[in-house]
């Protein structure tokens, strides 16, 4: 199993939390790592509504279902049977005891009716993202608390060669393509999609008819990082908004898609409030659009989009254990002034973070953090460009070019050795 730095919050959940649930995308590493939970210490029983028994059970009498579990109990993909939440509530109210419901979803349950309500006060969420570049080679990062350290790490750290990160980026974070060669990822991505626009987008919408959404995403992965305009897309697909819009929140609601919400405060200036769309794994959207390492390799330029959409989704996925509670959001004017991404400590500082597919950088290139920084003042922590050179420089005041490898390897206490 690989190492999931998420472990130790899930444990503080459990320890204060009657209710904790780990939702993310199917295939993250969810059933692995509540079972290896389960079979360690906590010793609670283990049920996923995946079987076709257990699943009936909970359908045909929820409540007398949850009241014959005793001690602590796992249940797995527990979106597939939302009437369990009322009796969950039920059972809490009558025993508030701390991990009695460790529970996982493949959909987010923020976004099903009457699910989250249900356990108001009683339930921590936390999601469970691909695996980030630390897991996959064993060492946590903290890239997160690095940069809005009071003063930035001395920095010398060994190169990323572009072939290795273009491979990183290619390959994505699923536990099980991590050992595969390219051809045999392929095949598994096209049986992931297959079976998530099947079976859980089907029973989340609870209809048939979704013959449009398998090139929906498709088309979402050929635009990634764009601003989510649903004008266009609907005239490309030749379908309504209305029925795009809820197509789009199905594939957030499984977590295929996520949006990066624009920073806004009350600053005069306009600021557009459109949000950024990404896929949540950048070897699935390498594998909609049919995008090879030897094809990067030849054409450099289509490698800006799904460069910025794996470092958002590094950057996510280190929110969930950074001792910081950091926002991911993105900027732009209405002028035209734009940074890739803005993250937002729980304290209002703000650092500034640009992606540039080159080797090379300039002056320039930090004009975006620049207006960031004019723009919000004090709150203005630290600007970093993340570039696919090989040397850490200061670029003026409180700005930072970064190679992209200090993404995994950028700690509060230093770097990897050179």
Do not use: C
């Not at 987008?201 to 609870?206: P, T």
């Not at 991404?341 to 004009?367: C, P, Q, Y």
């Not at 040397?391 to 992209?404: D, K």
């Amino acid at each position: 199993m690989f190492p999931r730095h998420i472990v130790p919050r899930l444990q503080a959940a459990l320890s204060d939390s009657p209710v904790v649930l780990l939702n993310g995308a199917r295939q993250t590493g969810k059933t692995t790592l509540v079972r290896w939970l389960s079979e360690r210490g906590r010793r609670a029983r283990y049920l996923t509504l995946d079987d076709a028994a257990t699943l009936a059970a909970a359908h045909v009498d929820p409540t007398g279902f949850i009241a014959g579990l005793d001690g602590p109990v796992v249940l797995d993909e527990v979106q597939k049977a939302p009437e369990l939440f009322p009796a969950i509530k039920v059972a809490v109210d009558r025993k508030r005891s701390p991990g009695r419901f460790l529970l996982t979803g493949s959909a987010n349950v923020l976004s099903l009716p009457r699910l989250s309500e249900s356990l108001a006060g009683r339930m921590e969420i936390l999601t469970l993202w691909p695996l980030s570049q630390g897991e996959i080679e064993g060492a946590r990062e903290s890239f997160l608390d690095a940069v809005f350290a009071k003063t930035m790490p001395s920095i010398h750290m060994k190169a990323t060669e572009r072939a290795d990160l273009l491979k990183r980026v290619t390959r994505g974070g699923y536990p099980e393509i991590q050992g595969r060669a390219e051809n045999r990822r392929d095949a598994w991505f096209a049986s992931y999609v297959t079976t998530i626009l099947q079976r859980d987008v089907r029973d989340l919408a609870q209809i048939e008819g979704l013959t449009a959404m398998p090139r929906l995403l498709a088309l979402l992965a050929a635009r990634t990082t764009s601003l989510l305009n649903f004008a266009e897309l609907s005239r490309s697909m030749a379908i309504p908004q209305t029925t795009l819009k809820r197509y789009v929140a199905l594939l957030e609601m499984t977590f295929l898609v996520h949006l990066i919400p624009a920073w806004s405060s009350n600053l005069s200036k306009r600021l557009v409030k459109t949000p950024r769309m990404v896929l949540g794994d950048t070897g699935l959207a390498a594998h909609l659009t049919g995008l090879r390492e030897k094809r990067f390799r030849e054409e450099p330029g289509r490698a800006g989009p799904l460069l910025e959409n794996f470092v958002a989704m590094e950057l996510r996925k280190q929110s969930a254990w950074s001792r910081a509670r950091v926002g991911l959001h993105h900027f732009r004017t209405v002028a035209g002034q734009v940074v890739d991404f803005v993250l937002e400590h729980e304290d209002g500082r703000l650092v500034g973070i640009e992606v540039k597919a080159s080797s090379t950088v300039t002056g320039a290139d930090f004009r975006g953090l620049k207006a960031l920084r004019e723009a919000t003042s004090a709150r203005f922590h630290r600007g970093v460009l993340l570039y696919t050179g090989s040397e850490a420089l200061p670029f003026g005041s409180g700005m930072y070019a970064l190679p992209v490898g200090a993404l995994w390897r950028l700690g509060a206490r230093g770097v990897e050795a050179a």
